[in-house]
């Protein structure tokens, strides 16, 4: 056979082999692509761009090498997300002017009809990690400055909620491992901080130390879901760690209530969740809508608690200190608001992240269901 | 936002979807084709193209095509009939023209989106008509050639355009391929970067100072903001432009890109060449096409410019704002020929490039705002004299919004601020010169590194 065949032969297979190799390498014996083939072409057009996103050979390297370039040119913020050498963080600008009007009144209201010598309620707005490690963020970048935000939102409350301020203390522990590096949320460590300084308030007669937990691991290479927005190879994987409190006999039953669903876990730490391939769902079983921790605490002291995911880090520390706690998630208010929550309560807790408090209106939604609760 | 610069469809020269499936497969079925087919087996991968993007859409633009072609057919029936040509001339661009308004002005206004070729399609068929209604260029029998020249896919983004006299007879269908596909390849290659990768970037940038709130605009901001436009349209038009040139050249089509670094002009009338030339150029020819020999009196001769310039900044957007921008262009142009032309000629390069991109970039802010009071007041951003500044006044934290969008995208505006200079050029020029076989290799990886950039920006 002559050269110039040989080299015509060559040439028009790598053509045909280029568009085999990127449809079909990956999909070859699945069938996946023919189900998104559609009748129309531009939707064809659309699921063959859609198709080769997902399957191209080698899409996560090019990701992760577009990504360092991004960083190679100064772009350390994708998608509102701070990349740093300490870990990712959500930034935090107000998108929502009047949230905070809006929640700040609903739970003054709230306070005004509910509280009483009997029942007292609380506020604490959690930082986030880009309010309180403002050192990792880039050079001019600007994020909501949340220690102001929270001063003056506490400011509106002054004499008719008790507030409880943990920014300075996350602050001066903020060198610490207390916010997660991969999730936008706060670690154990993290959680025990923001508890001793609910306990300083709520119960002040009680005490608590670190030392009175057992400390165990799950696992020590958890990417959360800002790893899964921006896989910054730099980033170290998350340590999800557990702390058990050392006091024998100490029983706890969660409850997890959603809108066609019940479990009950007899462990603060579901750890089977975990492997199951939700390792953030070994904290209380995750989140729900509803979820109602009884201990075998000595006494009735019930808590109500209005709040998101950051409970999943304080709560288990503060389930020491009540027989019942539920924890209402604000972020996910339903009509289950109304069937799970017990009549009568020793206090009402307000506490979730910033970005929930400045950006939504969930605790206002949250309060419109549940009045029915206090009758 | 101009049309040039908006999203488009899923299938486009810069998805994967073309560059790993439509592309070689096009090209392979192409060489496939005995050479007598090719055309039409061309002209078929354009319609399939025009209809995985929009099919009622390519109908009507292969319609059009059509009407195109039988107005040619009539002003060679009617030869003779001076009349009856002017009509079928005047008919043939009242359609075309009017197609272009009725996709523009509801997708300018936000109601629709713009489609492919509505600014390229109908000005391809208007001037290879007014060619055979000049005389320029002899009549067309044959539908698919003259098809092929209005709806070769590529350039239906931006262009480039083109005469279709030249088109006719430099088109080469029967070549077979070999190693001188390597050479449109590459420039098809460093157009798709242009708009994928740097071209996408540069629109990023625009799109986040733009939206910078008002308390946090400042004269950094505004200049800012106009820089970072012009890259942004000279990388994604020069960009589209490139990627059509060498998809022609792929398939035997030769085309001129028109676009050769227009922001280190020594003047104007060298950057009405070089910012995208063929445009200028194709719609220089259309307006003079309407006075005849007249366009040579000098008085005819400046209108003329001044309705090129003004067409040319109507085909960007139609709006007031984009036509003064063309006619602010045209003035300099008269002005260089017939009053400081050769004043300009014996001032040093620099100051001549000094001057250009002085005249380019106060006269960008026409192009980026659509409606002239806006323009003037980014222009008085840009130049707070006497306190006339619009711009906000957020202090340290104004200037801290537009520090930290410059800071974290330092790579991309060095790249583009470089690229926009013909130094790289000029090293490949040398490069070439002394070392051939050194520099196609080099050459080589250089395109082959781009397409990795180009693939990892769109996964």
């Given amino acids: 056979m002559k050269v110039k065949t040989m080299k015509k032969i060559v040439f028009f297979g790598v053509l045909l082999l280029i568009p085999f190799f990127a449809l079909f390498a990956r999909y070859l014996y699945s069938g996946a692509y023919l189900q998104e083939v559609k009748e129309q072409p531009a939707d064809f057009a659309q699921g063959l761009e859609g198709h080769l996103q997902a399957s191209l050979p080698f899409s996560r390297s090019l990701r992760r090498l577009s990504l360092s370039i991004d960083l190679a040119g100064g772009k350390w913020e994708q998608d509102g997300i701070f990349i740093s050498a300490a870990g990712l963080m959500r930034g935090l600008e107000p998108t929502m002017p009047q949230a905070v009007d809006v929640n700040t009144l609903a739970i003054l209201e709230f306070a005004e009809d509910y509280q009483n010598e009997e029942r007292r309620v609380y506020l604490a707005i959690l930082p986030t990690a880009s309010g309180v490690r403002q050192q990792n963020l880039p050079r001019f970048s600007s994020t909501a400055n949340q220690r102001n935000f929270i001063e003056s939102t506490y400011n509106r409350f002054s004499g008719a909620v008790t507030t409880i301020a943990v920014y300075n203390t996350l602050l001066d522990k903020r060198d610490q491992y207390i916010y997660c590096r991969t999730e936008d949320n706060l670690t154990a460590l993290g959680g025990y901080y923001v508890y001793e300084q609910m306990l300083g308030r709520m119960l002040s007669s009680e005490r608590s130390s670190l030392s009175q937990y057992d400390i165990s691991y799950l696992q020590g290479d958890y990417h959360g879901d800002l790893y899964q927005a921006v896989p910054y190879g730099g980033v170290q994987p998350d340590t999800l760690m557990f702390y058990r409190y050392g006091e024998v006999g100490r029983e706890y039953t969660v409850t997890k209530v959603g809108q066609d669903y019940r479990k009950v876990y007899h462990t603060l730490y579901p750890e089977f969740l975990g492997e199951l391939g939700e390792p953030m769902d070994a904290y209380l079983g995750g989140m729900s809508p509803v979820t109602v921790i009884n201990t075998n605490v000595p006494g009735q002291r019930r808590l109500l608690v209005f709040g998101d995911r950051t409970a999943l880090a304080y709560l288990p520390f503060l389930a020491n200190h009540y027989s019942e706690i539920v924890l209402l998630d604000v972020t996910d208010a339903s009509s289950v608001f109304l069937e799970a929550a017990p009549m009568n309560y020793s206090q009402i807790l307000f506490a979730c992240g910033a970005d929930t408090y400045m950006n939504s209106t969930a605790i206002a939604t949250a309060l419109s269901l549940t009045p029915q609760v206090f009758q | ?459």
Wanted: charged residues 15%; glycine residues 10%.
């Fill in chain 2, 1 to 459: 936002m101009l049309h040039v610069l908006e999203a488009w469809p899923p299938i486009n020269l810069t998805s994967l979807s073309f560059l790993f499936v439509f592309l070689p497969l096009s090209v392979a079925a192409f060489y496939l084709l005995p050479p007598k087919w090719r055309g039409k087996g061309l002209l078929a991968i354009c319609a399939v193209f025009l209809f995985l993007v929009n099919p009622v859409w390519a109908l009507v633009l292969i319609g059009l095509t059509l009407f195109n072609f039988v107005c040619g057919r009539l002003l060679a029936r009617f030869d003779k009939r001076v009349w009856a040509r002017r009509g079928v001339m005047a008919l043939c661009a009242a359609v075309n023209l009017l197609v272009i308004v009725i996709v523009a002005l509801p997708a300018q206004r936000g109601e629709a989106p713009f489609l492919l070729g509505f600014a390229v399609c109908p000005l391809l068929g208007l001037t290879a008509v007014g060619e055979f209604y000049r005389r320029e260029t002899g009549p067309e029998s044959d539908f698919y050639a003259f098809a092929l020249h209005c709806l070769f896919f590529p350039r239906l983004y931006g262009g480039p355009f083109g005469r279709y006299g030249e088109f006719r007879e430099k088109t080469n269908l029967s070549r077979q391929p070999g190693a001188d596909l390597f050479e449109p390849l590459s420039l098809f290659v460093r157009g798709a970067f242009k708009v994928a990768v740097l071209g996408a970037r540069l629109r990023d940038i625009l799109g986040t100072i733009d939206a910078l709130p008002a308390e946090q605009q400042t004269t950094l901001s505004a200049w800012s903001l106009v820089l970072v436009f012009g890259m942004a349209l000279y990388f994604t038009l020069s960009g589209f432009c490139d990627m059509a040139a060498g998809l022609g050249g792929l398939f035997g089509i030769p085309m001129e890109t028109g676009f050769f670094y227009p922001y280190q002009s020594r003047n104007l009338r060298n950057f009405a060449l070089r910012f995208h030339g063929t445009l200028s150029k194709a719609v220089g020819e259309m307006v003079r096409g309407l006075f005849g020999d007249r366009a040579k009196e000098t008085a005819v001769n400046i209108l003329c410019t001044f309705l090129t310039g003004a067409v040319v900044g109507l085909w960007f957007r139609l709006d007031f704002s984009s036509l003064l921008w063309g006619v602010w262009i045209a003035l300099f142009v008269v002005l260089e020929r017939h009053l400081i032309g050769k004043a300009l000629s014996a001032v040093p390069t620099a100051l001549g490039r000094l001057y250009n991109l002085l005249v380019v970039v106060l006269s960008l802010p026409f192009l980026l705002r659509g409606a002239p009071w806006e323009s003037l007041s980014l222009l008085r951003g840009m130049i707070p004299i006497g306190g006339a500044s619009t711009t906000g006044g957020g202090g340290e934290h104004a200037y801290n919004a537009i520090l930290y969008i410059l800071s974290s995208n330092w790579l991309a505006l060095a790249l583009g601020v470089l690229l926009c200079t013909s130094l790289l050029h000029l090293g490949v020029v040398r490069l070439k010169e002394s070392a051939p076989r050194v520099s196609k290799v080099v050459l080589r990886v250089v395109d082959l590194g781009m397409l990795v950039l180009i693939t990892a920006s769109l996964v």
